[in-house]
């Protein structure tokens, strides 16, 4: 079955670093997104990605976030200059249809020193 | 009021119980349904759709009513593979954003 792969699986970055999450939705899906779980909370939407543009963001994706698909298969997201508080699991999802589940890649575990 | 609200759980149940998990939403032009398991510290996984007429896949049984803005998921016959943290996630439109419920979480015992 075709899954969503991100990577790293860990990343460890000191405070005030850059830090790109990377992540390959299923091949023929067209809409992308990003959420985080903070240890302990639930699952927040950060922004959704459709036709090579943000078509949603949140109040947590400020001007340090920002989104790329820089080719067709990789979906980043990256933050400029990252906080303490931005630690936390950051799952990509994606899906084929604007009706259809979104489906979750493993997630990427943010550690921030 | 939070947007998509659980029962906060933990369920601890033993093998081979029916157990039911409650949901409410409070956006009232929420268009789709859905519930995810997540097993500790691993991504969401969708278990089921939830449509207007209530729909089943083996053991579990989702049903949604929309005039109380409530949803419901029983999973009959326990097994322990069935232990995970339930997600209750709403979308206001297609394509739109998830929106997570706080979770509730299920222990099935031997």
Not at chain 2, 16 to 22: E, L, R
Not at chain 2, 25 to 33: L, T
Not at chain 2, 49 to 74: C, H, K, P, W
Request: proline share 4%; aromatic share 12%; glycine share 6%.
């Amino acid at each position: 079955e075709p899954e969503v792969t991100q990577t790293p699986s860990h990343q460890v970055t000191q405070m005030g670093q850059e830090v790109i999450l990377r992540c390959v939705p299923i091949s023929n899906h067209l809409y992308f997104y990003w959420y985080r779980q903070i240890l302990g909370q639930k699952v927040e939407f950060l922004v959704s990605f459709y036709n090579n543009e943000i078509s949603e963001k949140s109040e947590i994706f400020d001007d340090q976030f920002s989104v790329e698909r820089p080719d067709g298969s990789n979906f980043t997201l990256k933050i400029r200059s990252t906080k303490l508080e931005d630690s936390a699991m950051y799952f990509c999802a994606s899906s084929d249809l604007s009706n259809q589940p979104q489906h979750f890649g493993d997630g990427t575990r943010l550690s921030i020193l | 009021r939070k947007e998509v609200e659980q029962d906060p759980g933990p369920f601890n149940v033993p093998e081979g119980a029916t157990v039911a998990f409650n949901c409410t939403y409070s956006n009232s032009a929420s268009q789709s349904f859905f519930w995810y398991r997540q097993d500790c510290r691993k991504e969401p996984k969708l278990l089921m759709s939830v449509y207007s007429s209530g729909n089943e896949d083996g053991r579990f049984t989702a049903q949604l009513n929309r005039a109380s803005q409530y949803i419901s998921l029983l999973i009959r016959d326990s097994k322990l593979s069935d232990s995970a943290t339930y997600l209750c996630v709403v979308s206001y439109n297609q394509g739109g954003k998830l929106i997570f419920g706080q979770g509730t979480e299920l222990s099935v015992k031997p």
